[in-house]
């Protein structure tokens, strides 16, 4: 079992910025990586980026490339998410899942943090 926390949401004006922690505990030796999804209201849940859990290697959606950045504190069992120049568009839930080895899908999931960007 792998738990994770998100923290760090809130209230932002665009242009501003906000860092997003992923508290991961449990059985961490398992995990592949970790990615952070989001989900605006009335969309479907969409991939923001992932990191792998050992050797740090990133992906990001094309979109969103040089303003968000994924980091990880492996001493701190935390995966970062750092937004930059936030923009109304990117209001949603953002949550952190974690991958287990030889596993394609997200098996465990965060219970999501609220980000709103007003304009």
């Known amino acids: 079992q792998v738990q994770l926390v998100e923290s760090g949401g809130g209230l932002v004006q665009a242009g501003g910025s906000l860092r997003l922690s992923c508290a991961v505990s449990g059985r961490t030796s398992s995990m592949a990586a970790i990615g952070w999804f989001r989900q605006a209201p009335g969309k479907e849940r969409s991939l923001v980026g992932r990191i792998f859990w050992s050797g740090g290697s990133t992906y990001y959606a094309d979109s969103l490339k040089g303003r968000f950045t994924i980091s990880r504190d492996n001493a701190k069992n935390t995966v970062y998410l750092q937004m930059n120049n936030l923009e109304p568009e990117d209001t949603a839930v953002y949550f952190c899942?974690?991958?287990?080895?030889?596993?394609?899908?997200?098996?465990?999931w965060g219970q999501g943090t609220q980000v709103t960007v007003s304009s």
């Open positions: 899942a974690a991958r287990l080895t030889f596993r394609p899908e997200y098996t465990y």
